[in-house]
Each structure stands twice: as C-alpha cells, then as structure tokens.
C-alpha cells in the first residue's frame, strides 16, 4: 500500500493516513487501500480494537478529486490514464455507481465492521474527511481539530455519508452546511460528535490507552454492544436516510452537468489548499 499503512500493536489494527503531501486527501487508490486495511483488521482474529489515525498536520483535506486512475475506465492495452469516472462518457451513471462503491459503500462497510473502532483527527477534516471517521464508533479529537463540509459551495447539498444530522442535530447540521464553517473540536464535543478532546501532542497516545481499554472486554460481546447500538439508529432511520440523502446528492451532479462546465470541483479544491496550512 502507498497512500496507507497499516500495523498491528498486540490487540490492536492501527490504520494510518500517509499522504501528508496531499493532506491526506483521498482518491481512488487510497480509499481502495483504505478499505484493504479495514478488512484486513475486521479478519484477524487476534486484532480486537481498529484505530484510524493520520501523519502530518492534518487528518483529512477530503476527497483527491482531480487524480486520476489508470487501473479504472482503461481499455486493455490503453496507454493514456482516464479520470477514475469517466462521466463524460456514461453522464450520470458513472457517478452514480463510482460513488455508490467507493463513498457511501466503502463508509458504511467500515461503519458496519463488527469491531470497535476509533478514529484519532488533528487539524482540519474537510468533506470526505467526515466519512473516514464518522463511520468510527468513537472520536478522539486533539484541541486543533476543525470538521467542516464546504460542498454547499460546490452546488451539493453535502457529502455522500450525510450524517450530519445524527451527528450534530439538526439545527447544527444546517448551519455547517449553509455556512460551510467548521466546528471547532470542543463544539464537536459538546454536540457529542467527539468522545474527546485532547491536547495535539496526547492524541495518539490517548487514543491507544482507550482502544486498549476495550481491548480487555469479551471480543464478542464487543461487537453485540456495537451491533445493538448501530440497529437501534437503522431502526430510527439512519441507514434509510442515508441512501435516500445519497440519492439527493446526486441531483447535484446532475445540475452540474446540465448548467455548465462538469466537474465545478476545482472551487473545492481551491478551498483545500486555503485550509491546508
């Protein structure tokens, strides 16, 4: 893996972000490895807890929407690498399916994994960012994280795991969408995003004292505790909503497409780089 290592402490998978070139943005092949180290933490019996964590200053500047990927829309024997989504090919479809498997699907497997889960942010998550850790079953923020979901300005209605409600309430998930500020790492805990805050410099070591106190109680029950509480929100809706919310993004693109020159990705990408430092 390039854009993602993964190591095994004891009872514990320990995943980490490491494209701090990119901010940790994530396209195709870093979701993709992603996901490759979440299935290889959920399989190995021996593992108990998964932390998500990130290098460098930053957890997550969002989704490396303009890379692109060989390995996807290549005919056999082509030379030239295509976008990841070749929407200008197939339109709406494209990214409609793309997105199904490698946003909302790949957050909501990791969500679903029947193993506790912790993700570790510092500094700015932005957009995608917010569907690497909250499908986690726990937050541990240092006293620098600011979450924020600027894709109001892009013409969407927010990312594709639009848990913004669950996660903050309503009223708070309308004021991050139409203002496209972040919310600092001590609103996030008051709102009860975050389990807790901590100073930058305790964040990893703070999070792995918490994932090893889980780590002592019955493997199996672990994940019947994780089970009930995950169906008791599916059964209030939020699976449902998720797909229903998901189908409403893609309206977004499809306005995109219909108005003007597709992708108008690149203002968000603009936003990243002002957010970076």
Request: proline fraction near 4%.
């Amino acid at each position: 893996m390039e854009h993602i290592r993964y190591e095994v402490d004891g009872p514990i998978g320990v995943i980490s972000l490491d494209r701090t070139e990119k901010a940790n943005a994530v396209d195709q092949q870093a979701l993709d490895e992603l996901n490759m180290a979440f299935e290889a933490a959920a399989t190995d019996r021996e593992i108990r807890v998964i932390v998500l964590r990130a290098e460098g200053k930053h957890f997550c500047a969002g989704h490396d929407i303009t890379a692109s990927n060989t390995a996807v829309g290549r005919e056999a024997g082509e030379a030239t690498p295509q976008t990841a989504v070749d929407w200008d090919v197939r339109g709406l479809q494209a990214i409609y399916e793309w997105e199904t498997i490698h946003y909302l699907g790949y957050s909501r497997r990791w969500r679903d994994i029947p193993k506790p889960t912790i993700a570790a942010v510092q500094g700015q998550c932005i957009a995608g960012g917010l569907m690497l850790c909250w499908p986690c079953d726990l937050i541990v923020a240092a006293d620098n994280a600011r979450f924020s979901d600027p894709v109001v300005r892009m013409g969407i209605g927010g990312v594709e795991y639009h848990a913004h409600t669950w996660e903050v309430g309503a009223r708070k998930a309308k004021e991050m969408l139409f203002t496209a500020q972040p919310i600092t790492a001590q609103q996030a805990l008051e709102s009860g995003m975050v389990n807790r805050v901590v100073p930058l410099d305790d964040l990893l070591s703070e999070t792995m004292d918490l994932a090893g106190q889980i780590a002592e109680m019955h493997p199996f029950a672990l994940a019947q505790a994780k089970r009930a509480v995950n169906q008791t929100l599916d059964v209030q809706g939020f699976y449902s909503a998720l797909q229903s919310v998901f189908d409403i993004h893609q309206t977004g693109h499809g306005n995109a497409m219909t108005v003007g020159d597709y992708p108008i990705l690149v203002n968000l990408d603009q936003m990243k780089d002002t957010n970076r430092n």
